[in-house]
């Protein structure tokens, strides 16, 4: 099997880019980067590698006995390369698509997402504890299929440089028919977003085609007509590099602990804000009453400047995890 990871060829080009990006943040978006956030990104991505190099072994380990069980030998040919990449791009959607909605994937994934800021440093906060929630199993049927573990490692790593460069606000909009098919900046900044409009939404990785067959594509709205704001709908509200990697596995452990028997396994499961007594929200609820506000709005005057809201604010105190 190749020894190749493509990922570790590209970190020059990623410091290179960020140091550019900075620059750019300096005369054109000073928002862009705060320092103390930058640092929690830079000791994730550290701590990501080391994770990776301490556990990946067993997920390829897993990988090569399930090999010996594949239905097909479809080797290295060349044609074997794009075919796998797709495939394993479509994996990645539905990977990433559960990372959002199970509590379980939800807790590793959310590292990804603690940032309330968006430049290419959030492009490495990568998970730590990734490998605890088995989802390289998604990655079973094409080692299943017969494509080789190797092969598979090698597209998941040019997977992972291709979303480096989407982690952007520098960029606008690509052409128009880049954005049909690919994942754009545009797009992703979506998916970061914690606008009711935008919750779960563009799971893609390279590929947006993905989100636009399964339902998930929201395109991004003008800036002027509706800003972004990045993060977790519940922000942590701290620089604190344990507490950003481990805060979601602390709470539902402690959700889990104090529920009813009946509701532990949900708990653990379900959707992210899920509360067996409706304390909180989930990502649906929140865009659901959000809807809800945007219709009555559009038939109620709007109040007079000073008044009171006559709403419940999106923000209230019933969150999602």
């Not at 290419?120 to 998604?138: I, P």
């Not at 049909?180 to 939404?201: K, Q």
């Not at 002027?224 to 942590?236: A, D, H, N, T």
């Not at 979601?248 to 396994?265: C, F, S, T």
């Amino acid at each position: 099997m190749p020894d190749f990871d493509p990922v570790s060829y590209a970190i020059p080009a990623f410091v290179a880019l960020v140091l550019i990006e900075m620059l750019w943040a300096r005369w054109r978006s000073p928002q862009a980067y705060e320092p103390k956030d930058t640092l929690v990104s830079l000791l994730f991505g550290l701590g990501s590698t080391i994770a990776g190099l301490l556990l990946g072994g067993f997920a390829l380990a897993v990988f090569i006995a399930a090999y010996e069980f594949r239905l097909f030998t479809i080797g290295w040919e060349w044609w074997a390369w794009p075919v796998c990449f797709v495939l394993d791009d479509l994996k990645y959607y539905w990977v990433h698509r559960f990372g959002h909605r199970s509590r379980w994937f939800w807790a590793s994934h959310v590292n990804h997402h603690s940032s309330q800021h968006y430049n290419l440093s959030t492009a490495l906060r990568q998970t730590w504890t990734g490998a605890f929630t088995l989802g390289f199993a998604f990655a079973l049927p094409l080692v299943l299929l017969g494509f080789h573990p190797g092969m598979i490692a090698i597209c998941g790593g040019f997977n992972l440089i291709y979303q480096f460069w989407i982690h952007t606000e520098a960029i606008d909009r690509m052409p128009r028919w880049f954005e049909a098919v690919m994942n754009t900046p545009s797009h992703h900044r979506v998916h970061h977003a914690t606008n009711p409009r935008y919750l779960d939404r563009n799971y893609a990785g390279v590929f947006i085609v993905w989100d636009r067959m399964f339902g998930t594509f929201e395109p991004e709205r003008p800036r002027e007509e509706e800003p972004i704001r990045y993060g977790i709908v519940k922000q942590l509200g701290s620089f604190n590099l344990l507490w950003a990697v481990f805060h979601e596995w602390v709470g539902m452990l402690g959700d889990i602990w104090r529920a009813p028997w009946k509701h532990k396994l949900s708990y653990l499961l379900r959707e992210p804000g899920w509360s067996h007594d409706g304390s909180r929200e989930t990502s649906d609820m929140i865009r659901a009453r959000w809807q809800e506000q945007q219709a009555h709005g559009a038939q109620e005057p709007v109040p007079p400047e000073g008044a009171p809201p006559a709403q419940k604010p999106i923000a209230g105190p019933r969150r999602a995890a």
